[in-house]
């Protein structure tokens, strides 16, 4: 009688909580919400992911449109200058034209002076020839009556010829200064000609490169409306993603009390199933006693832990001296910069440079001074065709230069996206190739 009551004392308790098969079935509800928890948070990183990436490809864009912006404004600056030495080019002739025209007034008036004297002269002669003509050898009779002496004769004879030789000389020296002053104005007429010539294939030069120049700041201007929209882009990407990360964040923190509450739930299930074997083994033993007198129960644990090793690396670039101005040395030494930033108005062959920076950075390196500016580069040495081109030759582009390193390849600064790189000589219409050394 005393070991039935002990059994009923023993097991008594269980009817006061939940049994274990009840926690492990509530234990795999909280490990299957978990697991449903998991998959949507790996839904969210995966679209957080395909943000992220659009974001990058929008960013790259960016960088690519701010790079062909840039090289639009810079050959907008280039074009701009050459429109001032242009318009100063124009003034300057105009002003010439202006000096011709007095001059040809002045010559023109000196013209008909000489004219006037001229006839003038030459109709006083003429009267004088008729004067002598009509009157014959009379004029000679009338000289030797009239004179006292051969001598008084002769030096009147001498007095007459004298007079007409006068006469011719100062015809001729008219007739020379009328020639002389046709001959002048003909000469800036003509001068005026050219003038004029010049001054319409620079009005016609203007012209285009205004056209040109307008075309540019369309362009430019649609670079920036499309900065604009991709940065609108990339302020969405940013919004999305940050919703993304507070939504992951969000269900990071339900994956963790779950698994909190499940490992909980764990605990109380096995410390449930222990007392329930426990009970049972007591149980078992007190029945047992009932025939033997004996009891008897055991119960062990074990645990282990883990450990994770760690490693980092590194690495620098060094860079080679120029040499000497060789086309292959100058290839050589520029292609060392492959992979350097590109920065709009930088000249810094390593922490950044634009295409003319490039190009006059790597020149000066050799003792070699050429322009800055792309537009201007385009006039430096000597041109040669495409088939004589070298290693080392400057390639110019509408707004972009390079350097040409042999078998149809070029090394340029690109855009911020690309930085420095090698390139397909014929990747954009050449405009010429340079010669330098």
């Known amino acids: 009688?005393?070991?039935?009551?002990?059994?009923?004392?023993?097991?008594?308790?269980?009817?006061?909580?939940?049994?274990?098969?009840?926690l492990y079935n509530k234990q795999k509800?909280?490990?299957?919400?978990?697991?449903?928890?998991?998959?949507?948070?790996?839904?969210?990183?995966?679209?957080?992911?395909?943000?992220?990436?659009?974001?990058?490809?929008?960013?790259?864009?960016?960088?690519?449109?701010?790079?062909?912006?840039?090289?639009?404004?810079?050959?907008?600056?280039?074009?701009?200058?050459?429109?001032?030495?242009?318009?100063?080019t124009i003034d300057m002739i105009t002003a010439q034209i202006a000096d011709t025209e007095t001059q040809i007034?002045?010559?023109?008036a000196e013209y008909e002076e000489a004219k006037a004297l001229e006839e003038e002269q030459y109709e006083a002669m003429k009267a004088r020839a008729k004067f002598m003509y009509e009157k014959g050898d009379q004029d000679m009779i009338v000289l030797l009556l009239q004179s006292e002496t051969i001598s008084d004769f002769l030096n009147r004879a001498f007095y007459v010829k004298q007079l007409h030789d006068y006469d011719r000389q100062e015809l001729e020296n008219y007739i020379r200064c009328k020639e002389a002053a046709d001959a002048l104005r003909e000469q800036l007429e003509e001068q005026k000609s050219e003038l004029e010539a010049d001054q319409f294939e620079l009005e016609q030069s203007k012209a285009d490169m205004e056209e040109i120049l307008a075309e540019l700041?369309?362009?430019?201007?649609?670079?920036?409306?499309?900065?604009?929209?991709?940065?609108?882009?990339?302020?969405?990407?940013?919004?999305?993603?940050?919703?993304?990360?507070?939504?992951?964040?969000?269900l990071a923190d339900q994956i963790r009390a779950k698994a909190a509450e499940e490992n909980k739930i764990k605990k109380e299930a096995d410390a449930a199933k222990k007392r329930e074997d426990e009970e049972k083994a007591a149980a078992e033993a007190a029945a047992a006693a009932l025939e033997s007198g004996k009891e008897t129960g055991t119960i062990t644990s074990s645990s282990s832990t883990t450990t994770k090793p760690s490693s980092s690396s590194?690495?620098?670039?060094?860079?080679?001296?120029?040499?000497?101005?060789?086309?292959?040395?100058?290839?050589a030494f520029a292609c060392q910069f492959v992979g350097n930033p590109y920065v709009a108005g930088g000249t810094s062959l390593t922490d950044g440079c634009d295409c003319s920076g490039f190009t006059m950075s790597v020149y000066k390196a050799f003792?070699?001074?050429?322009?800055?500016?792309?537009?201007?580069?385009?006039?430096?040495?000597r041109e040669v065709s495409f088939e004589e081109a070298q290693p080392g030759d400057i390639v110019c582009y509408a707004g972009h230069v390079a350097i040409y390193i042999g078998n149809g390849q070029i090394v340029h600064a690109s855009t911020q996206k690309t930085g420095i790189k090698y390139g397909n000589v014929n990747y954009k219409t050449i405009i010429t190739i340079r010669r330098v050394i």
């Open 105 to 108: 007034a002045d010559t023109q």
């Open 367 to 381: 003792g070699i001074s050429i322009p800055r500016t792309s537009w201007s580069q385009q006039r430096v040495g």
């Open 217 to 250: 700041q369309v362009e430019a201007e649609n670079y920036e409306l499309m900065l604009v929209h991709a940065r609108q882009d990339a302020a969405a990407y940013q919004m999305k993603i940050k919703q993304q990360a507070g939504a992951i964040d969000k």
């Open 1 to 22: 009688m005393t070991a039935l009551i002990l059994v009923l004392s023993v097991t008594a308790p269980v009817c006061a909580t939940q049994s274990s098969e009840e």
């Open 29 to 88: 509800e909280l490990h299957e919400e978990g697991q449903k928890l998991e998959q949507e948070k790996k839904r969210a990183e995966e679209a957080q992911n395909a943000a992220q990436q659009s974001l990058n490809e929008t960013n790259d864009s960016i960088r690519e449109i701010t790079g062909e912006r840039d090289m639009v404004n810079e050959a907008i600056g280039d074009l701009n200058d050459d429109l001032v030495s242009l318009l100063a």
């Open 314 to 331: 590194g690495s620098t670039k060094t860079y080679s001296a120029a040499g000497s101005a060789t086309g292959n040395n100058i290839v």
